[in-house]
Protein backbone atom coordinates (compact mmCIF):
# COMPACT_ATOMS: atom_id res chain seq x y z
CA UNK A 1 0.00 0.00 0.00
CA UNK A 2 1.58 3.47 -0.95
CA UNK A 3 1.78 5.53 2.25
CA UNK A 4 3.78 8.44 0.36
CA UNK A 5 2.40 11.49 -1.26
CA UNK A 6 4.06 12.70 -4.57
CA UNK A 7 5.72 15.21 -3.07
CA UNK A 8 7.69 12.35 -1.03
CA UNK A 9 8.18 10.78 -4.05
CA UNK A 10 9.82 13.70 -5.62
CA UNK A 11 12.33 14.38 -2.58
CA UNK A 12 13.12 10.66 -2.09
CA UNK A 13 14.13 10.80 -6.35
CA UNK A 14 15.91 14.34 -5.82
CA UNK A 15 17.97 12.91 -2.65
CA UNK A 16 18.64 9.93 -4.69
CA UNK A 17 19.39 11.70 -8.14
CA UNK A 18 16.54 10.36 -10.08
CA UNK A 19 13.93 11.77 -12.21
CA UNK A 20 10.83 9.88 -11.24
CA UNK A 21 10.19 9.35 -15.46
CA UNK A 22 13.09 7.17 -15.12
CA UNK A 23 11.25 4.61 -12.54
CA UNK A 24 8.96 3.47 -15.59
CA UNK A 25 8.38 -0.56 -16.39
CA UNK A 26 8.62 -1.69 -19.53
CA UNK A 27 5.71 -3.24 -21.13
CA UNK A 28 4.89 -6.93 -21.20
CA UNK A 29 5.57 -6.86 -25.06
CA UNK A 30 8.85 -4.81 -24.57
CA UNK A 31 10.33 -7.68 -21.74
CA UNK A 32 9.64 -10.46 -24.83
CA UNK A 33 11.89 -8.78 -27.13
CA UNK A 34 14.49 -8.72 -24.57
CA UNK A 35 14.05 -11.75 -22.99
CA UNK A 36 13.71 -13.40 -26.80
CA UNK A 37 17.00 -11.67 -27.80
CA UNK A 38 18.57 -12.65 -24.14
CA UNK A 39 17.66 -16.21 -24.74
CA UNK A 40 19.04 -17.07 -28.59
CA UNK A 41 22.73 -15.65 -26.98
CA UNK A 42 24.75 -18.96 -27.76
CA UNK A 43 28.08 -16.59 -26.17
CA UNK A 44 27.41 -18.07 -22.85
CA UNK A 45 29.10 -20.38 -20.91
CA UNK A 46 24.71 -22.30 -20.78
CA UNK A 47 23.35 -21.67 -23.61
CA UNK A 48 19.24 -22.88 -23.26
CA UNK A 49 18.17 -25.51 -25.61
CA UNK A 50 15.76 -24.37 -28.08
CA UNK A 51 13.04 -26.55 -26.89
CA UNK A 52 13.37 -24.73 -23.26
CA UNK A 53 13.79 -21.67 -24.62
CA UNK A 54 10.56 -22.09 -26.23
CA UNK A 55 8.38 -23.29 -23.50
CA UNK A 56 10.31 -20.46 -21.17
CA UNK A 57 8.87 -17.56 -23.43
CA UNK A 58 5.49 -18.94 -24.18
CA UNK A 59 4.92 -18.81 -20.37
CA UNK A 60 6.57 -15.49 -20.30
CA UNK A 61 4.21 -14.24 -23.25
CA UNK A 62 0.85 -15.76 -21.83
CA UNK A 63 1.73 -13.62 -18.79
CA UNK A 64 2.02 -16.08 -16.57
CA UNK A 65 4.09 -15.03 -13.11
CA UNK A 66 7.62 -15.94 -13.34
CA UNK A 67 7.43 -18.79 -10.70
CA UNK A 68 11.14 -20.71 -10.15
CA UNK A 69 13.47 -20.80 -12.94
CA UNK A 70 13.15 -24.23 -15.05
CA UNK A 71 16.18 -23.73 -17.73
CA UNK A 72 18.24 -26.14 -16.28
CA UNK A 73 17.86 -29.64 -15.62
CA UNK A 74 17.32 -29.65 -12.18
CA UNK A 75 14.38 -28.91 -10.38
CA UNK A 76 13.47 -27.92 -6.34
CA UNK A 77 10.17 -28.76 -4.35
CA UNK A 78 9.34 -25.39 -2.82
CA UNK A 79 5.84 -26.99 -1.43
CA UNK A 80 3.75 -24.09 0.26
CA UNK A 81 7.05 -21.67 0.21
CA UNK A 82 6.52 -21.23 -3.62
CA UNK A 83 5.63 -17.68 -4.48
CA UNK A 84 5.20 -16.23 -8.28
CA UNK A 85 6.27 -12.83 -9.57
CA UNK A 86 3.75 -11.15 -10.70
CA UNK A 87 5.16 -8.03 -12.25
CA UNK A 88 2.66 -6.16 -13.84
CA UNK A 89 1.36 -6.03 -9.99
CA UNK A 90 4.37 -3.64 -8.71
CA UNK A 91 3.27 -0.60 -7.81
CA UNK A 92 5.30 2.72 -8.39
CA UNK A 93 6.10 3.44 -5.04
CA UNK A 94 8.16 -0.09 -4.64
CA UNK A 95 9.46 0.54 -8.34
CA UNK A 96 10.55 3.86 -6.60
CA UNK A 97 11.97 1.92 -3.13
CA UNK A 98 14.14 -0.37 -5.58
CA UNK A 99 15.43 2.72 -7.83
CA UNK A 100 16.34 4.44 -4.79
CA UNK A 101 18.04 1.29 -2.76
CA UNK A 102 20.32 0.62 -6.07
CA UNK A 103 20.82 4.99 -6.32
CA UNK A 104 22.51 4.43 -3.11
CA UNK A 105 24.01 1.53 -3.03
CA UNK A 106 25.65 2.43 -6.38
CA UNK A 107 27.29 4.94 -5.10
CA UNK A 108 28.45 3.16 -2.11
CA UNK A 109 29.01 0.12 -4.12
CA UNK A 110 31.76 1.75 -6.43
CA UNK A 111 33.63 2.67 -3.68
CA UNK A 112 33.88 -0.29 -1.66
CA UNK A 113 32.49 -3.60 -3.38
CA UNK A 114 35.08 -5.58 -4.63
CA UNK A 115 35.47 -5.57 -8.70
CA UNK A 116 34.09 -8.88 -9.24
CA UNK A 117 31.21 -8.00 -7.98
CA UNK A 118 31.02 -4.88 -9.79
CA UNK A 119 31.19 -6.87 -12.76
CA UNK A 120 28.48 -9.22 -11.51
CA UNK A 121 26.40 -6.25 -11.84
CA UNK A 122 27.04 -4.73 -15.00
CA UNK A 123 26.91 -8.62 -16.67
CA UNK A 124 22.80 -8.74 -14.95
CA UNK A 125 22.06 -5.68 -15.17
CA UNK A 126 21.16 -5.32 -11.60
CA UNK A 127 21.14 -1.22 -11.32
CA UNK A 128 18.18 0.05 -13.28
CA UNK A 129 15.18 2.52 -12.10
CA UNK A 130 12.80 -0.10 -11.94
CA UNK A 131 12.61 -4.40 -10.30
CA UNK A 132 13.62 -6.78 -12.87
CA UNK A 133 11.28 -8.85 -14.26
CA UNK A 134 12.66 -12.75 -12.83
CA UNK A 135 12.01 -14.37 -16.52
CA UNK A 136 14.55 -12.11 -17.72
CA UNK A 137 17.28 -11.96 -15.04
CA UNK A 138 16.88 -15.38 -14.33
CA UNK A 139 17.59 -16.62 -17.83
CA UNK A 140 20.41 -14.27 -17.55
CA UNK A 141 21.93 -15.30 -14.33
CA UNK A 142 21.28 -19.21 -15.86
CA UNK A 143 23.44 -18.14 -19.19
CA UNK A 144 26.19 -17.03 -17.43
CA UNK A 145 26.12 -19.60 -14.01
CA UNK A 146 23.77 -22.28 -14.14
CA UNK A 147 21.98 -20.79 -10.71
CA UNK A 148 18.59 -19.91 -10.79
CA UNK A 149 16.05 -18.50 -9.43
CA UNK A 150 13.62 -20.03 -6.68
CA UNK A 151 10.78 -17.88 -5.59
CA UNK A 152 9.80 -18.19 -1.91
CA UNK A 153 7.30 -15.85 0.04
CA UNK A 154 8.71 -15.66 3.07
CA UNK A 155 12.41 -16.85 4.98
CA UNK A 156 12.47 -20.21 4.58
CA UNK A 157 13.35 -23.36 6.66
CA UNK A 158 16.84 -23.77 6.62
CA UNK A 159 16.82 -27.13 5.41
CA UNK A 160 14.68 -25.94 1.94
CA UNK A 161 17.13 -22.86 1.80
CA UNK A 162 20.50 -25.14 1.47
CA UNK A 163 18.67 -28.15 -0.40
CA UNK A 164 18.14 -25.16 -3.02
CA UNK A 165 21.67 -24.03 -2.94
CA UNK A 166 23.06 -27.87 -3.18
CA UNK A 167 20.94 -27.50 -6.78
CA UNK A 168 22.04 -24.17 -7.74
CA UNK A 169 18.99 -22.42 -6.98
CA UNK A 170 18.77 -19.44 -4.95
CA UNK A 171 15.47 -18.36 -3.11
CA UNK A 172 14.70 -14.91 -3.66
CA UNK A 173 11.30 -13.19 -2.24
CA UNK A 174 9.56 -10.86 -4.32
CA UNK A 175 8.71 -8.41 -1.89
CA UNK A 176 9.91 -4.91 -1.74
CA UNK A 177 11.50 -3.18 1.43
CA UNK A 178 9.19 0.06 1.76
CA UNK A 179 10.29 3.09 0.69
CA UNK A 180 13.45 4.87 2.43
CA UNK A 181 14.54 1.94 4.17
CA UNK A 182 18.20 0.82 4.59
CA UNK A 183 18.39 -2.07 6.69
CA UNK A 184 15.66 -5.11 7.13
CA UNK A 185 16.16 -8.13 9.17
CA UNK A 186 13.80 -9.95 6.71
CA UNK A 187 15.26 -10.41 3.21
CA UNK A 188 13.72 -8.61 0.30
CA UNK A 189 14.03 -7.98 -3.36
CA UNK A 190 16.83 -5.24 -2.31
CA UNK A 191 18.65 -8.00 -0.24
CA UNK A 192 18.26 -11.48 -2.29
CA UNK A 193 18.50 -9.68 -6.23
CA UNK A 194 20.47 -6.19 -5.34
CA UNK A 195 22.76 -8.20 -2.89
CA UNK A 196 23.00 -11.63 -3.80
CA UNK A 197 22.76 -11.95 -7.66
CA UNK A 198 26.27 -10.58 -8.24
CA UNK A 199 28.15 -12.97 -6.11
CA UNK A 200 27.10 -16.07 -8.40
CA UNK A 201 29.92 -14.56 -11.02
CA UNK A 202 32.42 -14.86 -8.50
CA UNK A 203 32.92 -18.51 -8.87
CA UNK A 204 34.29 -19.34 -5.85
CA UNK A 205 31.38 -17.47 -4.20
CA UNK A 206 29.04 -19.81 -5.94
CA UNK A 207 30.67 -22.30 -5.46
CA UNK A 208 30.65 -22.28 -1.83
CA UNK A 209 27.37 -21.63 -1.52
CA UNK A 210 26.82 -25.16 -3.58
CA UNK A 211 29.28 -26.90 -0.98
CA UNK A 212 27.41 -25.27 2.07
CA UNK A 213 23.86 -26.62 0.34
CA UNK A 214 25.72 -30.43 -0.04
CA UNK A 215 26.79 -30.02 3.58
CA UNK A 216 23.74 -29.33 4.91
CA UNK A 217 22.58 -32.85 2.78
CA UNK A 218 24.48 -34.46 4.21
CA UNK A 219 23.65 -33.51 7.99
CA UNK A 220 19.74 -34.30 7.46
CA UNK A 221 20.66 -37.57 5.61
CA UNK A 222 22.69 -38.50 8.87
CA UNK A 223 20.04 -36.94 11.42
CA UNK A 224 17.11 -39.09 9.60
CA UNK A 225 19.26 -42.24 9.45
CA UNK A 226 19.61 -42.03 13.31
CA UNK A 227 16.21 -41.23 13.60
CA UNK A 228 14.82 -44.19 11.42
CA UNK A 229 17.62 -46.34 13.84
CA UNK A 230 15.79 -45.34 17.22
CA UNK A 231 12.46 -46.83 16.24
CA UNK A 232 10.11 -44.13 17.50
CA UNK A 233 11.74 -43.12 20.96
CA UNK A 234 10.78 -39.90 21.18
CA UNK A 235 13.21 -38.59 23.26
CA UNK A 236 16.59 -40.26 21.28
CA UNK A 237 14.56 -38.59 18.18
CA UNK A 238 14.60 -35.49 20.31
CA UNK A 239 17.95 -35.29 20.89
CA UNK A 240 19.19 -36.72 17.48
CA UNK A 241 16.95 -33.24 15.97
CA UNK A 242 19.01 -30.78 18.72
CA UNK A 243 22.44 -31.82 17.63
CA UNK A 244 21.63 -31.66 14.29
CA UNK A 245 20.41 -28.36 15.00
CA UNK A 246 23.34 -27.54 16.99
CA UNK A 247 25.61 -28.65 14.10
CA UNK A 248 23.42 -26.40 11.75
CA UNK A 249 24.24 -23.27 13.62
CA UNK A 250 28.29 -23.91 13.21
CA UNK A 251 28.29 -24.35 9.83
CA UNK A 252 25.31 -21.12 9.30
CA UNK A 253 28.10 -19.04 10.80
CA UNK A 254 31.06 -19.99 8.44
CA UNK A 255 28.16 -19.22 5.72
CA UNK A 256 27.54 -15.94 7.69
CA UNK A 257 30.91 -14.79 7.95
CA UNK A 258 31.70 -15.56 4.50
CA UNK A 259 28.55 -15.26 1.85
CA UNK A 260 26.96 -12.83 3.85
CA UNK A 261 29.68 -10.70 5.70
CA UNK A 262 32.75 -11.39 3.89
CA UNK A 263 35.23 -8.95 2.72
CA UNK A 264 38.16 -9.37 0.41
CA UNK A 265 41.59 -7.76 0.04
CA UNK A 266 41.55 -6.32 -3.63
CA UNK A 267 45.19 -4.35 -4.07
CA UNK A 268 45.93 -3.23 -0.93
CA UNK A 269 42.69 -2.26 0.22
CA UNK A 270 39.73 -3.64 1.97
CA UNK A 271 36.58 -4.47 -0.01
CA UNK A 272 32.93 -5.66 0.15
CA UNK A 273 31.51 -9.24 -1.17
CA UNK A 274 29.17 -10.05 1.16
CA UNK A 275 25.62 -9.85 0.41
CA UNK A 276 24.36 -8.71 3.51
CA UNK A 277 26.50 -5.79 3.57
CA UNK A 278 26.02 -4.75 0.27
CA UNK A 279 22.42 -4.48 0.57
CA UNK A 280 22.42 -2.21 3.16
CA UNK A 281 25.02 1.43 1.72
CA UNK A 282 24.86 2.42 5.92
CA UNK A 283 26.24 -1.13 6.54
CA UNK A 284 28.77 -1.30 2.96
CA UNK A 285 30.29 2.57 4.47
CA UNK A 286 30.48 0.95 8.00
CA UNK A 287 31.63 -2.42 7.04
CA UNK A 288 34.69 -0.82 5.53
CA UNK A 289 35.25 2.37 7.73
CA UNK A 290 33.58 2.40 10.56
CA UNK A 291 35.12 2.86 13.79
CA UNK A 292 33.05 0.37 16.20
CA UNK A 293 34.15 -2.89 13.95
CA UNK A 294 37.01 -5.18 13.60
CA UNK A 295 38.37 -6.56 10.77
CA UNK A 296 40.46 -9.73 10.54
CA UNK A 297 42.44 -11.58 7.97
CA UNK A 298 40.93 -15.12 7.21
CA UNK A 299 42.46 -18.24 5.80
CA UNK A 300 39.61 -20.18 5.55
CA UNK A 301 41.92 -23.09 4.04
CA UNK A 302 43.80 -22.99 7.34
CA UNK A 303 41.71 -25.30 10.34
CA UNK A 304 42.33 -22.84 12.93
CA UNK A 305 40.96 -19.96 10.82
CA UNK A 306 37.75 -21.80 10.30
CA UNK A 307 37.04 -22.81 13.71
CA UNK A 308 37.45 -19.06 14.21
CA UNK A 309 34.29 -18.35 12.26
CA UNK A 310 32.56 -21.21 13.37
CA UNK A 311 33.17 -20.04 16.95
CA UNK A 312 31.97 -16.30 16.93
CA UNK A 313 29.11 -15.86 18.16
CA UNK A 314 27.20 -12.48 16.51
CA UNK A 315 23.43 -11.19 15.96
CA UNK A 316 21.72 -10.41 13.46
CA UNK A 317 20.00 -7.31 14.40
CA UNK A 318 22.67 -4.92 14.42
CA UNK A 319 25.98 -3.97 12.24
CA UNK A 320 28.37 -6.87 12.79
CA UNK A 321 31.09 -5.71 14.92
CA UNK A 322 33.43 -8.29 14.07
CA UNK A 323 34.33 -8.23 9.74
CA UNK A 324 36.74 -10.88 8.40
CA UNK A 325 38.41 -10.63 5.11
CA UNK A 326 40.02 -13.02 2.51
CA UNK A 327 43.14 -12.61 1.05
CA UNK A 328 42.20 -14.02 -1.60
CA UNK A 329 38.58 -15.27 -3.33
CA UNK A 330 40.27 -18.68 -4.10
CA UNK A 331 40.99 -19.50 -0.45
CA UNK A 332 37.22 -20.33 -0.49
CA UNK A 333 37.56 -23.69 -2.27
CA UNK A 334 38.93 -25.02 0.31
CA UNK A 335 35.81 -24.91 1.85
CA UNK A 336 34.65 -28.32 0.44
CA UNK A 337 31.60 -29.73 2.40
CA UNK A 338 33.95 -32.08 4.39
CA UNK A 339 35.63 -29.36 5.96
CA UNK A 340 32.30 -27.52 7.06
CA UNK A 341 31.11 -30.36 8.63
CA UNK A 342 34.32 -31.14 9.96
CA UNK A 343 34.64 -27.62 11.64
CA UNK A 344 31.33 -27.22 12.84
CA UNK A 345 31.43 -30.81 14.31
CA UNK A 346 34.82 -29.47 16.42
CA UNK A 347 33.18 -26.22 17.03
CA UNK A 348 30.30 -27.58 19.02
CA UNK A 349 32.74 -28.73 21.28
CA UNK A 350 34.92 -26.09 22.37
CA UNK A 351 34.12 -22.40 23.31
CA UNK A 352 33.08 -19.73 21.81
CA UNK A 353 34.04 -16.04 21.07
CA UNK A 354 32.08 -13.19 21.05
CA UNK A 355 31.79 -10.87 17.63
CA UNK A 356 33.37 -7.94 20.31
CA UNK A 357 36.45 -9.82 20.99
CA UNK A 358 40.15 -10.12 19.87
CA UNK A 359 41.99 -13.11 20.29
CA UNK A 360 45.75 -13.80 20.27
CA UNK A 361 47.03 -15.14 17.20
CA UNK A 362 44.41 -12.93 15.06
CA UNK A 363 45.66 -11.02 12.01
CA UNK A 364 43.99 -7.86 12.76
CA UNK A 365 43.27 -5.08 10.04
CA UNK A 366 41.87 -2.67 12.17
CA UNK A 367 40.49 -2.81 15.69
CA UNK A 368 36.92 -1.52 16.66
CA UNK A 369 35.99 0.48 19.42
CA UNK A 370 33.13 -1.69 20.41
CA UNK A 371 35.65 -4.33 22.22
CA UNK A 372 35.25 -6.07 25.10
CA UNK A 373 38.38 -8.16 26.68
CA UNK A 374 37.30 -12.10 26.60
CA UNK A 375 36.58 -12.28 30.11
CA UNK A 376 34.34 -9.16 30.37
CA UNK A 377 31.50 -11.50 29.69
CA UNK A 378 32.10 -13.92 32.37
CA UNK A 379 32.57 -10.49 34.90
CA UNK A 380 29.42 -8.72 33.90
CA UNK A 381 27.08 -12.32 34.45
CA UNK A 382 28.37 -12.81 37.58
CA UNK A 383 27.68 -8.96 38.61
CA UNK A 384 24.34 -9.35 36.81
CA UNK A 385 24.48 -6.44 34.26
CA UNK A 386 23.05 -6.07 31.19
CA UNK A 387 24.18 -8.08 28.89
CA UNK A 388 23.05 -8.68 24.92
CA UNK A 389 21.87 -12.31 23.53
CA UNK A 390 25.59 -12.81 22.18
CA UNK A 391 27.53 -12.14 25.35
CA UNK A 392 25.24 -14.16 27.30
CA UNK A 393 24.82 -17.15 25.02
CA UNK A 394 28.85 -17.18 24.49
CA UNK A 395 29.23 -16.86 28.66
CA UNK A 396 27.10 -19.87 29.51
CA UNK A 397 28.36 -22.26 26.65
CA UNK A 398 31.75 -21.83 27.89
CA UNK A 399 30.94 -22.03 31.65
CA UNK A 400 29.38 -25.50 30.82
CA UNK A 401 31.81 -26.59 28.47
CA UNK A 402 34.26 -25.53 30.37
CA UNK A 403 32.54 -27.73 33.77
CA UNK A 404 31.42 -30.62 31.78
CA UNK A 405 32.24 -31.18 28.26
CA UNK A 406 35.54 -30.44 27.16
CA UNK A 407 37.46 -34.04 26.29
CA UNK A 408 41.02 -34.01 27.18
CA UNK A 409 42.37 -32.99 23.54
CA UNK A 410 39.66 -30.46 23.44
CA UNK A 411 41.11 -29.22 26.78
CA UNK A 412 44.56 -28.86 25.51
CA UNK A 413 43.16 -26.70 22.58
CA UNK A 414 41.04 -24.61 24.79
CA UNK A 415 43.00 -24.02 27.13
CA UNK A 416 45.45 -22.37 24.31
CA UNK A 417 42.73 -19.78 23.48
CA UNK A 418 42.59 -16.77 25.80
CA UNK A 419 39.18 -17.93 26.89
CA UNK A 420 40.15 -20.19 29.73
CA UNK A 421 37.64 -19.10 32.52
CA UNK A 422 39.51 -17.05 35.74
CA UNK A 423 39.42 -19.75 38.87
CA UNK A 424 37.30 -17.32 40.56
CA UNK A 425 34.10 -17.10 37.66
CA UNK A 426 34.72 -21.21 37.45
CA UNK A 427 33.75 -21.26 41.32
CA UNK A 428 30.98 -18.86 40.95
CA UNK A 429 29.60 -20.37 37.94
CA UNK A 430 29.71 -24.17 40.77
CA UNK A 431 27.54 -22.37 43.13
CA UNK A 432 25.35 -20.93 40.83
CA UNK A 433 25.11 -23.41 37.39
CA UNK A 434 21.26 -24.03 37.98
CA UNK A 435 20.42 -20.26 37.62
CA UNK A 436 22.70 -19.27 35.31
CA UNK A 437 21.76 -22.16 32.53
CA UNK A 438 18.17 -20.91 33.13
CA UNK A 439 19.00 -17.69 31.38
CA UNK A 440 20.08 -19.77 28.20
FE1 LIG B 1 21.37 -13.35 2.34
Not at 19 to 28: E, G, I, K, Y
Not at 42 to 59: F, G, L, N, Q
Not at 229 to 250: F, N, P, R, S, W
Amino acid sequence: MPNHTQADYELFAQKNGLQLSDVTPLSLEERIQRLETELSRTDVPYPIDSHKRAAYIAAAKSGLPFRTGNLGSESVALGDYECQQHYENYSFEEHLSWACLVAQQKKTKEKFACQEYQNGEKLFEISGGVIPDFYLLNARIYQQTAWQLATVNEIIPAELFFTCHSKRFFPVTTFMRPLGTDYLEEPDIGHDVAGHVATFTISAVANVMKYHGEARNIIYADRDQQIEAVQGDAKAIQLIKETADELLKYAGRIYWFTVEFGLVMENGQVRDFGAGILSSPGETIYSIGGGESNRILIDPSCDQDLLRLANTDYLISEFQKTYFVLEDFDLLESLTPDRILEASKKAMDLPDFTWREILPGDRVIDVGTAMMSVNEKYHRLMAGQEMDECLTRTAIKNLNLYRDGLSSDLLAQFQQMPNEVPQEVARWFDENRDSVNSLN
